[in-house]
Structure formats: C-alpha cells, structure tokens
C-alpha cells in the first residue's frame, strides 16, 4: 500500500516545499481566527511561516500544528484550517539538494485530530507531480483523525520517484517504520483539564501535551485489590519515550495508595504515561494545568450529625466558607432571632454520598471515585439540602432512611465525579431508641441530633423549624432577644472590651451555647463510648421544662467548652460564669474531653474533640 507507505513518510518528515515561494493562505486564515486567548492566533500564525522555509526542520511544521491546537481548541473550523497547514508545502531549494528531507519523529503530529494528513511534495520535487494527483487521495485534509487511510496498490507497485526512494529502504527498515508508525499513531493524547477512562490500552502509552507544569493522576476503577494491579510510570522529557519498569532518565513510577496516585511537575517537550499489566482492570488518568490533579483525596472527610435506629444526618465536607461581616458604630444591630448566612453559591460542588455496611470491608477496597461509584450504597436519601450548620460555611445535608438499627457503616462522599474524602464511621442506634432527629432551624443552625420529643408522623423525616413546638422555640428565642438587649448597651463597635472578640462573636458563643442546653442531646448507651459524658434515665422534662412528657432517655451532656467560650467571648460586665471542673462541673457537662480539666489549660483533653470520625461522641459539641 503506497499510502500507507507515505504517512510513513510523512510522520517522520514534512516534504520540503520550493524554494522562495509565498506563505500560503491558510497562514492568514489562521491568524484571523477569533478563538483562544487574545493575541494567539495571530502570533502563532506568524511564527509558523519559518516552519515552511527550505533551512527548518521538517518536525517543527508538526509541533507548531500541535500548539495551534492546544491554544485555539478542536472546533471543526480550527482542525480544518491546520490540517490544511500539515499539508502545506515546504519550501525547497532545487539547486541545493534533489530530495526532500524526512523528520525523524515518528510520534509527530501528536494531536490525534491531525493525524492521516499527507503533505504535498513541491513541483521543484522531481515526481511531484505524479505523487499529487495519481498517489495522494484528494482532499487529505479532511480525512478524519481517526480514519485509516489505506490503498490497494502495493508500495512499490507505484512508480514515481519519491515512491521508490521510499521502496528502495531494506525491507526490515520498512517494516520497523511500519510498526513504529502503527505504534505511534494508536498512541492516545491525553487532553488537558480531562480524565480518561481506559481498560487494557494497547498500546499501553498515554502521550501527555507540553506545559509548564502539569498535575498527572491515576485511580483503579476494580474495588477489589486481590488481582496483580497495575503500575504506571511516566516520562516527562520526551514525547516519543515509552517508559516502564525498566527506568531510564526521567522515567518515574507513580505510586498508588489504595487505587490513587498522583505526580506533578514540568512537561517542557510533552511527555508519556506507560502502563505495566494494565490486565483487565479499569482505570482513570486525569491530566490537569497547574499543581490541582483532577483526581484527590479531601482533605476534610464527611460530618456525622446523628442518627435513629433507621435514619442518619450527614453532612459534606464543608465549602464556599464566609464571614459574617460585623456591624459597626453607630448602627451596631444584632439579629435578634434567626441567623442569615450569605446566599449559597450558584453553582455549589456535585457531591454524593456513599455509605454501606462496614462487615462489607469497604475501607479495605480500592478508595477512588471510579471504584466507589461502582458500589450499591445503603439505605435512602430521603432529602439533601445545602445547610451552614457551621456558621462560616456552607455543606451538604442528607437525611438517610432504610438504615438498619445496631449497624456500623462507613460512609465516602465524592465531590464533582473525582474526588473524594477519606471515610468516616458510625452506628446506628438500638431499635428501641425513640428520640426523633431534629435539624435544620435557622436560629440554632448547628442542631442536628436526636432530642427527646414525641414521635413525628411517618410522612416527616424530622423536627425543624416549620413542625418544631413553639413551647421549645419561644422561651430560647425570648432568652436570646433578652441576653442581646443587654449585650448591646455597651458601646460595641466604639468601645472594646478586647482586642480579640467583639460584640458579635459573643452573641454568636451565646447562641450556640444557649442551644445545647435547650436542646438536650438523646444518647442510646449500647452505642455509646465506654467514656462519654452520659446521664442515665432523664424524665423529658428534667432539664427543659418546656419539653412535652414523654418516656425517660439518656441524655449526653453538652461540652464543657461550649460555655466557656461565652466567658472567654463576653464582656464581663454581663456576668456569665460556667461551673469549675474540680467542683459541680461534671454534673452540668461533659469534662475534660476537649480542654484539660486544669485551670486555665486550653486543649489537652482526653479526646482533643467532641467527637471523632469513628462514629464515637463523648458531648454534645459543634465543631
């Protein structure tokens, strides 16, 4: 097949054009595309007339295509235009030489969209003319990429001059050509800011566009880890390197921790991934711009609010965090009642949640996206809002029902298809458990927990602003109207009674320690830690007079450290005091978990924390 022959040819060389003639006009076509970024279609376009003089190397006509492509996009316009640059004669100097000189890159162009372009070879050239009309198909250009352009007649069946130049080669130099260009042109080009899913590649190599630095990541998609995983290794110096096991000069391994791992760093000439007993095992590669891989390990894991024996309040890594702004002197005005965050973002992050027994031994599988969106998750999500339960950020809510009672469950959440967080743990409660979760009420936004109000009707998931007795809500939004109407007779933003909190951070203390205390917290002591701060058989109305009779609970006392950041948070004058821990604290709250029951000592608790991500809660805190 001559064709076949001459895209051998043309992926390693650029046919030379006559010599001394004009630029064509495509360069010009390119130069008035209005794509990219402002400037860069004209300076690139200015830049390639020295690729079709006689003294350039063939092999930069094929780069310049490819950063054309990088920079302009894959728009059907844009592939057009420089396919018909590839094309594009070279010039060439008949006094100088009688052929044309090949490039020796076999892996150029290594944008696929501009692959099976056959130049033309200069009238300078002797056959040209027979290699342009009778051998080269007309219309080259806008023979699609992944089309593979073929002929029925033999190689050297042909008859012009450059077709025996070509067929004069040793027949084993041909077929290595062959195979290097068959190699070459199944390679696949990974695109920037994307993630590939692939399952046995061959050829197993991944060629990676040039740029200044570049954050490469892999995951397995198999949940399993008992079949022989695959190894990736990269090059980052050559475009045409095929790097493996073998190592060699900037060949690195990628090495992977529970399916994922991760390399960057500068790709100046482009680069290849390579992939070791790829076998049958999906996987993903993610190529992005700068040092942020595609794929990732959060940093924060999931919020476990609480749960019944059937149902769970969980919450998402927190995002898109804000500041309440302060008001200031002379208008220093306090919400009386309701908290009101900024609105949310427009376009929050997709997150979803995974959650599944943990006897299914899912935190020994694979901990990627791909492998745990795969995985049936447990139970039902019955409603997911966004909520700031923080009252600096905002996450994402879900209410799950169909659990069952006495269950551990490990729980994943994936952000935006690619990321994901390390797994928390939790336990559902006994199947005599029978406080009701309440959630969502915007003056106590950090209540998410079980209390011990009567049984809601099947057709409502929980207690919340709308359904919640105003014989609970009243006398706590009468207690924070009072506390703030005292607050604000001292000048607060003209006077300061600290350099460090004002006004408004101590009535948010307040507000978050005035809910813990009104909202007593239901424990269920089976699924308790042997140390958390518990009071045995409470009466509904034993420390809430306001609570509705109902059978006795029991109650995990709030933290110690909930009213202390009110004394720390308020002016003195107000005279709010907490309990000392050496005398009647402990009958009050939960001592010496997050701060050190010494006087004075911040932190250096027993637990560091009001709860941990294995399910355990010692008091009832926010974070």
Request: with cysteine.
């Amino acid at each position: 097949m001559f064709i076949k022959a001459f895209i051998v040819a043309a992926a390693v060389a650029s046919v030379q054009a006559r010599f001394g003639e004009e630029h064509p006009a495509v360069i010009q076509q390119i130069a008035d595309l209005q794509v990219g970024a402002p400037g860069v279609a004209a300076t690139l376009a200015g830049g390639s007339i020295s690729n079709l003089l006689a003294a350039s190397n063939p092999c930069d006509k094929l780069k310049t295509a490819d950063k054309m492509i990088a920079a302009l996009g894959t728009s059907s316009n844009v592939v057009t235009l420089v396919r018909t640059f590839v094309a594009a004669e070279q010039n060439f100097n008949p006094f100088a030489t009688d052929r044309p000189v090949f490039c020796s890159d076999p892996t150029l162009p290594a944008t696929a969209e501009l692959r099976g372009v056959i130049p033309l070879v200069d009238p300078a050239v002797a056959g040209a003319a027979a290699e342009n009309t009778a051998n080269l198909p007309a219309g080259s250009v806008t023979i699609p990429s992944n089309q593979t352009i073929q002929s029925t007649k033999k190689p050297c069946a042909m008859h012009s001059p450059l077709t025996h130049r070509i067929c004069s080669l040793p027949s084993m130099l041909l077929l290595l050509l062959f195979a290097t260009l068959s190699a070459a042109q199944t390679r696949q080009t990974l695109s920037l800011n994307a993630v590939a899913n692939e399952r046995s590649p061959n050829p197993p190599f991944f060629t990676i566009p040039a740029a200044p630095q570049l954050a490469i990541s892999v995951t397995l998609c198999a949940s399993t880890t008992n079949a022989a995983l695959p190894r990736f290794f990269l090059a980052n110096s050559s475009s045409t390197a095929s790097p493996d096991s073998s190592g060699g000069v900037d060949v690195f391994e990628i090495p992977l921790d529970r399916g994922y791992g991760q390399w960057t760093g500068p790709f100046p000439q482009g680069g290849v991934v390579g992939v070791e007993n790829a076998g049958n095992v999906p996987f993903q590669i993610g190529v992005s711009a700068g040092d942020a891989p595609m794929h990732e390990v959060l940093a924060d894991p999931p919020l476990f609010g609480d749960s019944t024996a059937t149902q769970a309040i969980l919450f998402s890594p927190s995002f898109a965090s804000f500041d309440f702004v302060d008001p200031t002197y002379p208008n220093y005005t306090l919400s009386m009642e309701n908290l009101t965050p900024p609105a949310p973002p427009p376009n929050p992050p997709n997150f979803r949640l995974i959650i599944t027994p943990t006897s299914d031994a899912l935190s020994a599988l694979q901990q990627t996206s791909c492998a745990l969106s795969s995985l049936k998750s447990s139970g039902t999500v019955a409603n997911q809002t966004l909520w700031s339960r923080d009252t600096n950020a905002w996450r994402s809510q879900w209410m799950m029902t169909g659990l069952t009672a006495s269950t551990n469950y490990t729980v994943f959440v994936i952000q935006d298809s690619f990321k994901v967080t390390r797994p928390i743990y939790l336990t559902t409660k006994s199947s005599s458990f029978s406080c009701p979760l309440v959630s969502n009420l915007p003056y106590c936004p950090s209540i998410s927990y079980a209390v011990p109000l009567p049984a809601l009707p099947s057709s409502q998931l929980a207690y919340n602003a709308t359904n919640l007795p105003t014989s609970i809500s009243a006398p706590l939004l009468s207690s924070l109207t009072n506390f703030t109407t005292t607050l604000t007779t001292f000048a607060c933003g003209r006077d300061f009674y600290s350099p460090l909190v004002t006004c408004a951070d101590c009535q948010r203390a307040y507000r978050t320690w005035l809910c813990a205390i009104s909202f007593p917290r239901c424990a269920d002591p089976a699924a308790a830690p042997p140390s958390a701060a518990l009071l045995q058989a409470q009466a509904p109305d034993a420390r809430n007079a306001a609570f509705p009779p109902g059978s006795n609970y029991t109650q995990l006392l709030p933290c110690l450290e909930t009213c202390t950041a009110v004394d720390r948070a308020c002016p003195h004058f107000l005279g709010f005091k907490c309990p000392v821990p050496r005398f009647n604290a402990a009958a009050s709250y939960g001592v010496g978990y997050i701060d050190s029951p010494a006087p004075g000592v911040q932190g250096q608790g027993l637990t560091g924390a009001w709860s941990d991500d294995f399910g355990n809660v010692w008091c009832a805190g926010s974070p």
